[in-house]
């Protein structure tokens, strides 16, 4: 085999879903940890945060893709954390309500059972403890 081959799955590009981190978020910011909006949520709420934005980056292509007319679900089906549904949706009512993101009440569809539609909001910067 020759010295310069490289395996086919191998991919040298890093922070993709080909390479070898799943996802990556820039929650790990200095601005957004001072902000009150992080700063009260709990540690598992906190957790929540990350998968959901895990969901929410997934489903517009890392951003890059405009979802503001489709919006994105996120259940506890769809949550990697080891938590209640009790507790999971105790995290998603602090998440809305800090501003992290909003309830698209109008992208809803209208049948018993259906999954609640989220967009992202900026409102987090403003929130006051």
């Known amino acids: 085999m020759p010295r ?40 598992a709420q906190k957790n929540i945060l990350f998968d959901m934005m895990r969901v929410y980056y997934r489903a517009s292509c890392w951003d890059t893709q405009n979802i503001s007319d489709t919006g994105f679900t996120y259940s506890y089906a769809q949550c990697h ?3 209640s549904a009790h507790a999971f949706y105790d995290a998603l009512k602090a998440i809305v309500a800090r501003g992290w993101f909003t309830v698209a009440y109008d992208l809803q569809e209208i049948k018993a059972g259906a999954p609640k539609k989220y967009l992202p909001s900026r409102d987090w910067e403003k929130y006051q403890a």
């Open 81 to 83: 954390e080891d938590l």
């Open 4 to 43: 310069n081959y490289k395996h086919p799955r191998k991919s040298s590009r890093r922070g993709t879903y080909s390479g070898t981190s799943r996802y990556s978020t820039p929650i790990f910011d200095d601005a957004i940890r001072d902000k009150d909006a992080y700063r009260t949520l709990l540690p």
